[in-house]
Every structure is written in C-alpha cells, then in structure tokens.
C-alpha cells in the first residue's frame, strides 16, 4: 500500500502525522511512503530523515493525495483538502465530525473511508488514539489559563499557586475523564486549589483515590457546576461524549457571575465546545477573545503547540493501527479488529457512527449493513 501524510495546514498545526520510525515501520513491512516537502518541520523532523528512512518526499499536497491510498493526517482536512480526496481513498486522522457537515459532506460524496482516531475503541471502552492528545490538552489548559490570568494578557492579575500569606488561585475542571485528570495534576503541581466535577460517582471515587484531599470533587449536575463556575478564576472545560457533540453544560448565565479578568479553556472546542459562550473557534494566532470581562480560549488544536511532544505521543499510540490498515486493508481491518471498527464514521457514502449522525441530523447507517464486522461489535 501506498501511505501519503501531507503537510498540516490548520493555523499554526506544527505536528506531523508520521515519524522516521514510522516510515521503517512501513517500509519493512512493503509498504511506500510519501510526504509532502517540509511537513515535518514544525516538529523538528528534517526532510532528509525522512528519505534516511525510506520515505519519497513529494512537492505538493495534490502530488500526495493522487499518489496514496491510505491519507494520514493529524487534523481533520480543510476545505482547500476536499478536493484532492480520490473515490474511495482511506483517511486515517482526527476527524470530529459532529460539528462538521461541510467536511462530512465531502467525505460522503467523495465515497472516502473515513477512520477517526478520536473512536477507535477497543472491547475495553479505552480511547488508546485520543488519550495521548488529551494528556497534552489537558496539561496545557493549566499553563495557559496561568498565562492569560497575568495581567498583560487580561487576566486578574492572579499567581496560579499563590504565595505564601496569599491564597492561590481556584481551578474548576467540569470533566474527569483523560483531560480532566491531566490538567488537575498540572494546576495541583502549581499549588492550585482545585475542583472537579464528573457525573459518575466512580470516576468521582477513583479521583479522590488517586488525589485525595489535595482537589475536591463535585458531583457534574447544574446547581453545583453553577456554584464553581462563579467561584473559579480558572474555568476548564473537560468533557466528551465519545464521537458526539460537546454537551453545553456552561450556560451564559453561569459565566456572567464570573470575576472579571478570569479565564476559561475550553478543551472540548474540537467537539463544539462545552461552554455556552464559546461561539467560536479561534487560532493560536489569535487565541482569545473577551465576553462578560471574562476571557475565552477556544482553540481547537492545543497540542499543536507543542508539535514535537504531540507528534512523537500521538504516532507512538496510531501507528500499530496504521499498520494493520496497510497490511490488511482497511476491509479486513475492520471485520477482524473491533477497535478499528469502531473508529468508521464514514464508508461507501454512507455515514456509520450514530453520534455524528445525531449530532448533524443526517441519515446513520449501521456499519454492518455496509461491511463485514467483528461479531462483537
């Protein structure tokens, strides 16, 4: 099989959606790769590591895109991409598709097996190509809610630890999921005073096991959300409902009552966001806006922040997947590999994961009704 990674080309998206040792991987396997000029340079791979490897090194996205079977990609394509599908080629990326129907539009029409990485989901429920970006995001909404509380990025002027004879700030994470607990450690770590809110009273226990006394919980229900969100000079927005739209769980209501000058990172922008006054995504070019005095951080690809950490941790996590796509095909992939399976939301035209086609009020097809599944699907 022939393997393409184009460059990125979402705002300042610096990770790449293959390794050196990736390419190896594929090679040894009798597999060809091919990458588009420099698409590893914002995560400090070189052009000629990649040819060291095995790889062949194409001019354009067009030239990539004709050239392979299986597309990969970090982020879900833009529109100048939609084009350059071909009929039936295999995309293997983050797709988020619940708050995307021009991109699913155009994935349909173009008949591409769309394979996201954010469902692929084994027997275990685990999300193993999304937890690797979600320790990333996770952690990072802590340092930058601590960067924009300064004052010169119109903060309150708030140390997130404090000091001593001075409290520190007060961190609320709605969500205790992969993001939920990596930011509590972050914002713990700066001595902090956390809280966080989750809607199982397992997951609730299994915080207060692994944390104690150092963060409160809070049972997720409206009434006490609305209690940490005024009190929070920190706001992180952590919840996902696997493949679906972000539920809004912070009203506008809520943030009104916040201090002004405090911060929100919404961590589920790439789901449509969690919080009611988040209307849009914005860039790490322009990451914030301001509404009600508070300020909003809405960007939809944080670890690209940080490309050469996230590429190294999502490829660790994708390519075993990427692989059994390529040595089997995804067809076979898919009817002998449950968590592959899972990760279709889209195949021959039709749309197969229920949430997305929830999410944007289309037909859902099952999957079984267009390929062959595992029996335990």
Do not use: W
Request: charged share 20%; proline share 5%; aromatic share 6%.
């Amino acid at each position: 099989m022939i393997i393409g990674v184009p460059k990125e080309i979402k705002n300042n998206e610096n990770r790449v959606a293959l390794t050196p040792a990736g390419v190896v991987s594929f090679c040894k396997a009798g597999h060809q790769v091919v990458i588009e000029n420099n698409a590893g340079v914002g995560s400090g791979i070189s052009d000629e590591e990649y040819i060291t490897a095995g790889a062949k090194i194409l001019a354009t996205p067009v030239e990539v895109f004709a050239s392979a079977e299986m597309i990969m990609k970090v982020k879900e394509p833009l529109p100048s991409e939609y084009e350059l599908f071909k009929d039936g080629q295999l995309l293997f990326t983050y797709l988020h598709l619940a708050p995307e129907p021009a991109l699913t539009a155009a994935l349909l029409k173009k008949n591409v097996v769309g394979i996201a990485y954010e469902t692929v989901q084994p027997a275990d429920a685990s999300l193993p190509l999304l937890i690797p970006m979600s320790e990333v995001a996770g952690r990072m909404s802590i340092q930058i809610g601590a960067q924009f509380l300064e004052k010169p990025h119109g903060g309150r002027g708030i140390l997130l630890g404090g000091v001593p004879g001075v409290t520190p700030a007060k961190v609320t994470i709605v969500g205790g999921g992969i993001v939920g607990i990596n930011a509590a450690k972050m914002a713990m770590g700066m001595g902090a005073d956390v809280t966080i809110l989750d809607v199982s009273n397992a997951r609730l226990r299994y915080l207060d096991d692994i944390f104690g006394t150092r963060i409160k919980t809070l049972m997720s229900n409206s009434y006490n959300i609305a209690q940490a969100v005024a009190e929070a000079d920190l706001l992180v927005g952590a919840v996902l409902i696997t493949g679906a739209k972000a539920p809004k769980l912070v009203t506008e209501e809520m943030v009104k009552t916040m201090k002004r000058g405090s911060v929100i990172v919404d961590v589920a922008i790439d789901q449509g966001g969690s919080v009611e006054t988040i209307d849009h995504v914005t860039t790490h070019a322009e990451p914030t806006y301001e509404k009600f005095g508070v300020i909003h951080y809405s960007v939809a690809n944080m670890p690209g922040a940080v490309a050469r950490t996230s590429t190294f941790a999502l490829t660790n996590a994708t390519l075993p997947y990427a692989l059994k796509l390529a040595n089997l095909g995804y067809a076979e992939a898919i009817r002998t590999d449950l968590a592959v399976a899972r990760g279709v939301n889209v195949i021959h035209g039709k749309l197969t994961y229920k949430a997305v086609a929830e999410a944007l009020n289309q037909e859902y097809t099952p999957l079984g009704e267009v390929i062959e599944v595992p029996s335990s699907f």
